[in-house]
Nanobody, 124 residues
C-alpha cells in the first residue's frame, strides 16, 4: 500500500510560480510511474503531467507544456511539479498518483494510488 502526500500549494498571482511536492511511503517508489492530475470546481479530473518509473520519459498536457516541469527524486521518494507562468485557469486541486511500472501515461484509470490533493489558486 502506497501513501502519497502532496504539499506546496497556495495562492499566487498570475505569472508566478509554485513547486508542488508529493512524498510517497509504503512502497518501492522507484518502480512507480508518477502522475499529476488536477480538478477544478465543477470540472472533471484532468491529466497534467507524468513521469515514467525509470525517469526517462515525461508527458504533459498541452495546456501546461512549456510551463510545467515534472521531476522525481527516488532517494527522497518524492515527485515534484514545478509550475511557472501560472494562469487563473490553472486554479484547481492538484493530486499526485502512482502507477506500478508506469511509463508516464495520461489515463487516470491506470493509476493505483492517489493523494488527497493540494489547492492551487491563481489570482488575476
Amino acid at each position: 500500500q502506497v501513501q502519497l502526500v502532496e504539499s506546496g500549494g497556495g495562492l499566487v498571482q498570475a505569472g508566478g510560480s509554485l513547486r508542488l511536492s508529493c512524498a510517497a511511503s509504503g512502497g518501492t517508489f522507484s518502480r512507480y510511474g508518477m502522475g499529476w492530475f488536477r480538478q477544478a470546481p465543477g470540472k472533471e479530473r484532468e491529466f497534467v503531467a507524468a513521469i515514467s518509473w525509470g525517469g526517462s520519459t515525461s508527458n504533459y498536457a498541452g495546456s501546461v507544456k512549456g510551463r510545467f516541469i515534472i521531476s522525481r527524486d527516488n532517494a527522497k521518494s518524492t515527485v515534484y511539479l514545478q509550475m511557472n507562468s501560472l494562469k487563473p485557469e490553472d486554479t484547481a486541486v492538484y493530486h499526485c498518483a502512482a502507477d506500478w511500472l508506469g511509463d508516464g501515461g495520461s489515463s487516470y484509470s491506470r493509476y493505483d494510488y492517489w493523494g488527497q490533493g493540494t489547492q492551487v489558486t491563481v489570482s488575476s
